[in-house]
């Protein structure tokens, strides 16, 4: 009996299911699926199409400037990115600039692995661009905010300034845990 009771509040019409959730970070609900853009890079070369595909992604977009927030959101990434140790080789970080005034050595210096492409003022970069949320009426490029991209390419979670540090590690952590692709 208590059996069928729970069946029919998860399932019936009651409706009732547990409101709470596990992700530390914004879920993106439902998930938006970023199209494929070839983006130029500062050395001149474009990225493929699908680099944003394949792997996890853990993106900032930002001005290329790359302010302290900036600066604090890609060192948060990049110890995020050390601690997931055997699984490293499943995400990617990406720095999607919106300026072309990005700091070469300092990113070469400090952020060896990260793919850095600009956000230029094509019709394609700026359909990605349009992708992404709002939040409390602040536009994406001035939010300060890290975004998990999954492997087939979709926004699924968005971490602002003033998340946790742990929040990132946590929900990618688990993440690859659960999944089977990428």
Same mark, same amino acid.
């Given at each position: 009996?208590?059996?069928?009771?729970?069946? +029919?509040?998860?399932?019936?019409?009651?409706?009732?299911?547990?409101?709470?959730? %596990?992700?530390?970070?914004?879920?993106?609900?439902?998930?938006?699926?970023?199209?494929?853009?070839?983006?130029?890079?500062?050395?001149?070369?474009?990225?493929?199409?699908?680099?944003?595909? =394949?792997?996890?992604?853990?993106?900032?977009? !930002?001005?290329?400037?790359?302010?302290?927030?900036?600066?604090?959101?890609?060192?948060? &990434?990049?110890?995020? +990115?050390?601690?997931?140790?055997?699984?490293?080789?499943?995400?990617?970080?990406?720095?999607?600039? %919106?300026? &072309? !005034?990005?700091?070469? @050595?300092?990113?070469?210096? @400090?952020? =060896?692995?990260?793919?850095?492409?600009?956000?230029?003022? @094509?019709?394609?970069?700026?359909?990605?661009?349009?992708?992404?949320?709002?939040?409390?009426?602040?536009?994406?490029?001035?939010?300060?905010?890290?975004?998990?991209?999954?492997?087939?390419?979709?926004?699924?979670?968005?971490? &602002?300034?003033?998340?946790?540090?742990?929040?990132?590690?946590?929900?990618?952590?688990?993440?690859?845990?659960? &999944?089977?692709? !990428?």
């Amino acid at each position: 009996m208590p059996l069928l009771v729970a069946f +029919w509040l998860y399932y019936g019409s009651a409706g009732w299911r547990p409101a709470g959730g %596990t992700n530390q970070g914004d879920l993106v609900n439902p998930a938006v699926p970023l199209p494929a853009v070839s983006l130029a890079r500062p050395d001149g070369t474009r990225t493929t199409a699908d680099f944003l595909q =394949g792997k996890w992604t853990i993106a900032y977009l !930002g001005d290329g400037a790359c302010d302290e927030r900036c600066r604090k959101a890609l060192y948060l &990434s990049r110890q995020s +990115w050390i601690a997931l140790n055997k699984d490293m080789d499943r995400v990617q970080r990406v720095f999607l600039a %919106t300026g &072309s !005034g990005v700091d070469v @050595e300092f990113m070469a210096a @400090e952020h =060896g692995d990260l793919v850095v492409a600009f956000v230029g003022d @094509e019709a394609d970069a700026q359909a990605l661009l349009a992708k992404f949320p709002v939040y409390d009426g602040v536009a994406p490029t001035a939010a300060g905010r890290l975004y998990l991209i999954d492997p087939l390419g979709n926004l699924v979670l968005s971490y &602002s300034a003033a998340a946790p540090d742990k929040a990132l590690l946590t929900d990618v952590k688990k993440l690859l845990r659960l &999944s089977h692709i !990428g």
